[in-house]
């Protein structure tokens, strides 16, 4: 076992798909594919063909607008026919663009020219190529891999390659390092000579005994892997998280606003791993990716590599299709993953895991009770947290307390939500308080830059003023000291004017030094 | 296309619903109450069902008055839980307006009054026992039996709840507490020894000791399914035997042993079911040694000072103030925050 345990978090056994031994099944492609623009963290790729024409697999169909952003590609041979906004499973249910390939059934398939001497590469320069693959991170959050490697410490010192695979419901990494295990060792080689980094590490899940296995072969029968480390991790959740895992593995402890790069860290997902090499030693494109189609609501769970952009319809289909108490389709994982509303909606770079949950494995029924203060949430809570005390102050409407009290440090793994014995839908809250605090800290930076305008302008006005009183005073000093010498004589004056314009002209020079003599 | 209903993460089955906690420290309570049954008699029954009766009604009537749904709470356990801690504080014989009292005080004010289930800064329980304490001194301190003595039957029991006079010719023995007993001795400056030759407490070990002992039991198994928090009963007793020990070590004629202190009064059921109580106890780990701790140390200041036997109650209520303050100070240091 690596390093330090984490606290909270719960023992979590694997899904029985991370550790089965059989074969991947390859799902053909449908007849048709809709592959979105936006399959990743970032800006969407703006699509780069034109309805009609011919694609192969492969072949690049948007273009990435900046360095936060990816390629995308075909993920079948076939003719570009529709190009237009189409729901792809984001928990807001707003619309992506996607290109609809009628698929032709053909293996027409181009590639990127191999890099056989990525050794010489810069990080740039793999960058570079990592986004034209389109390779994005694989472990469900999306982030293009490019960014990631082009922002990473000067001193990256660690680089740890994540197979922690916690989630109760999911395996298609353990898939991956077990059917992928080569791809898996020399990605992490490859992706550490790049780096420079002094430690390399294949952090895997304790109880995934084929994926280990596979990647000890692996590592064997590398020249160049003499130094990767695989480490075994705890059969923990949330192990898989960043902040987690960089704890267990490089004994650093993020801070609520820091990323591993903070600390000289950097962690890819070891599907991610792979991809990127098969992205430099192939030239092949991300047009596919390996799903576990899981729960107790199809009929013959299982594991699939899929074109990207297959419908997930197809995929419960290939797994035996619905059992008949199926009641929840969730995107991801089963702690933390969206529920859909449909299953007609694309499979993207970041889905790792169809969950068909049937109504036995929910139990709908529960009612939310009163909190009890059990302190359950407490315990299990990875980051530390008072969760039932932080969904209190959410509840109420007092975000700042929230907080205070250390809701940027929720990472929101949902174990709070698991344990709870009155059934609070904490996580449901806490993601609610997570949401008013962005609104409240981008109103908050808005009302600051209003505020400063505010400021700056009311200075500006007051210099302005002081100007324009500086040059009144200017032109009446010169004014009086023209007119000074031609000053009417008091002989030819009234005895009342005279004494008046003597005041006067006393006054004046009492109040400036240098002004006019009068007489 | 087929279409779902969506719902927020997770996506588990939900954990122990808070009635199964309940109906758990209920089943845990059983074996001590059992003890409790056989050395005192068939009152103790008696009094639970009655305590239930009258905290049910007591939760109906509160729950209509604000306006909740009764289905939710009426039957959620935690008045069963409440009504039967109770039950264990009062004599076995008590009348049956003591338990009347007692839950009104302890579910219609303590509980409902502050807003229901969760709610409420202090234990209902211990608020019923302390306002019955202080009303009815006599009715609440007469235990009746000690061991050798004859044991009323249900039907003498429930008599003696109903008309409030205890069964013929039992009067002689309205018995103390050896508690009780030793308070009042040690008041008038006897020591131990003299006292434990006391014609009232020989024969010992007393039934309190085996019901502690099966309490200890019941509240061990909580422990083990984590209803309980391990924290705060192993506080309570680590508590007693670090304060308690130098002083007996130093005098032991005037000093109780610390085991003497565990296994008299009712402290190892204060430990392992009203210490324990999270809605009025403090919430985090840290808090709960803290208030583990304080709590033992109340008790020994009142048992040795106070004017009343025992003060589990009052040691309990004074902890129960101050749980915010504790928890307020004893928040958890956050991820990422040093270690």
């Known amino acids: ?519 | 296309m087929r279409t779902f209903e969506t719902a927020q993460a997770p996506h588990r089955p939900p954990a122990r619903s808070l009635r199964s906690v309940m109906l758990l420290v209920c089943a845990a309570l059983l074996p001590g109450t059992l003890v409790q049954a056989v050395m005192l008699g068939s009152g103790v029954i008696v009094q639970v069902l009655l305590c239930t009766t009258f905290a049910l009604l007591v939760e109906a009537v509160m729950l209509r008055l604000r306006g909740q749904p009764l289905s939710r709470f009426l039957f959620d356990g935690s008045a069963l839980v409440t009504a039967w801690l109770f039950a264990l504080c009062i004599p076995p014989l008590a009348p049956w307006w003591i338990a009347a009292t007692g839950m009104l005080a302890a579910i219609g004010m303590a509980k409902q009054a502050f807003g229901g289930l969760g709610r409420n800064p202090f234990n209902p329980a211990m608020v019923g026992y302390v306002l019955v304490l202080l009303c009815w001194p006599l009715e609440v301190s007469r235990w009746g039996a000690t061991p050798g003595d004859w044991v009323p039957g249900v039907v003498d029991s429930v008599r003696a709840v109903i008309t409030g006079a205890f069964p013929g010719g039992w009067d002689a023995v309205t018995g103390a507490t050896p508690l009780t007993v030793e308070h009042e001795l040690m008041a008038r400056g006897m020591t131990l020894p003299e006292i434990q030759a006391d014609a009232r407490i020989t024969g010992s070990p007393h039934p309190a000791s085996w019901s502690a002992l099966a309490f200890a039991l019941g509240g061990l198994a909580l422990c083990a399914l984590r209803v309980v928090d391990w924290r705060t009963p192993l506080s309570v007793i680590g508590g007693i035997v670090l304060l308690a020990t130098p002083p007996w070590i130093l005098d032991g004629d005037l000093n109780a042993s610390p085991l003497h202190h565990l296994l008299s009064g009712g402290l190892v059921l204060a430990a392992f079911f009203i210490a324990s109580d999270p809605v009025s106890g403090a919430g985090t780990a840290r808090g709960r040694w803290l208030f583990g701790f304080g709590f033992a140390a109340l008790v020994l200041v009142f048992r040795a000072w106070g004017p009343h036997p025992d003060g589990i109650a009052f040691a309990i209520l004074l902890m129960n103030g101050l749980a915010p303050l504790i928890d307020r100070y004893t928040a958890p240091r956050r991820f990422g925050q040093g270690r």
């Not at chain 1, 699509?47 to 697999?57: L, M």
């Not at chain 1, 107790?296 to 299982?302: L, S």
């Open chain 1, 1 to 519: 076992m690596a390093g330090a345990r984490f606290s909270g978090g719960a023992a979590i056994e694997p899904s029985p798909l991370a550790v089965e031994d059989r074969p991947l099944a390859r799902l053909p492609a449908p007849s048709r594919v809709y592959v979105p623009m936006l399959q990743h963290q970032g800006t969407p790729a703006r699509p780069c063909v034109g309805v009609g024409q011919r694609v192969a697999r492969g072949e690049r169909i948007g273009v990435a607008l900046d360095e936060y952003s990816a390629d995308v590609h075909a993920s079948c041979s076939g003719v570009v026919r529709v190009i237009a906004a189409r729901e792809c499973g984001h928990p807001s249910g707003r619309a992506v663009t996607c290109i609809g390939i009628d698929c032709d059934g053909g293996d027409d398939f181009v590639t990127l020219p191999p890099l056989p001497g990525w050794r010489q590469l810069d990080r740039f320069e793999l960058a570079a190529r990592l986004q034209a693959a389109g390779i994005v991170g694989l472990g469900g959050a999306a982030f293009p891999a490019a960014a990631k490697l082009a922002t990473a410490s000067l001193d990256t010192h660690t680089l740890i390659v994540n197979g922690a695979e916690s989630d109760p419901c999911a395996g298609s990494d353990a898939a991956v390092m077990r059917l992928r295990g080569d791809d898996v060792v020399a990605g992490a080689v490859m992706l550490g000579h790049v780096l420079s980094a002094r430690r390399v590490v294949i952090a895997v899940n304790a109880a995934l005994m084929p994926a280990l296995s596979a990647l000890h072969r692996a590592r064997a029968a590398n020249g160049d892997a003499t130094d990767i480390e695989v480490v075994e991790l705890p059969a923990h959740y949330p192990q898989g998280s960043e902040r987690q895992l960089v704890y267990t593995v490089a004994s650093e402890s993020l801070g609520a606003d820091e990323l591993p790069r903070d600390r000289g860290v950097l962690v890819f997902n070891v599907a991610t791993a792979a991809a990127a090499w098969r992205a430099v030693a192939h030239g092949e494109a991300l047009v596919s990716r390996v799903v576990t189609v899981a729960g107790r609501g199809v009929r013959e769970p299982c594991t699939l590599e899929v074109p990207l952009g297959t419908p997930i319809a197809d995929l419960v289909a290939a797994a035996g299709g619905y059992a008949e108490d199926a009641r929840r389709l969730v995107a991801g994982g089963a702690m933390a993953g969206p529920s859909l509303p449909h299953d007609d909606i694309p499979v993207a770079k970041g889905t790792y895991n169809v969950l068909v949950l049937s109504s036995a494995e929910l139990q709908l029924d529960a009612v939310d009770m009163p909190c009890i203060r059990c302190g359950e949430c407490a315990r299990v809570c990875p980051s530390r947290l008072l969760p039932q005390s932080i969904v209190a102050d959410i509840r109420g409407g007092d975000t700042a307390t929230a907080i205070e009290r250390g809701l940027d440090d929720c990472i929101e793994c949902g174990l709070c939500d698991t344990v709870c014995p009155s059934h609070i839908p904490l996580l449901h809250w806490l993601r609610h308080g997570i949401g008013e605090a962005t609104i409240a800290a981008s109103e908050r930076a808005l009302a600051d830059r209003s505020r400063m305008a505010h400021h700056a302008r009311n200075a500006r006005l007051a210099m302005l003023a002081e100007e324009r009183s500086r040059r009144l005073a200017e032109r009446e000093r010169a004014a009086l000291a023209n007119r000074g010498p031609a000053a009417p004589s008091a002989a030819a004056m009234p005895d009342v004017l005279a004494a008046a314009l003597a005041k006067a002209r006393a006054g004046l020079r009492s109040d400036n030094d240098n002004g006019p003599s009068g007489s």
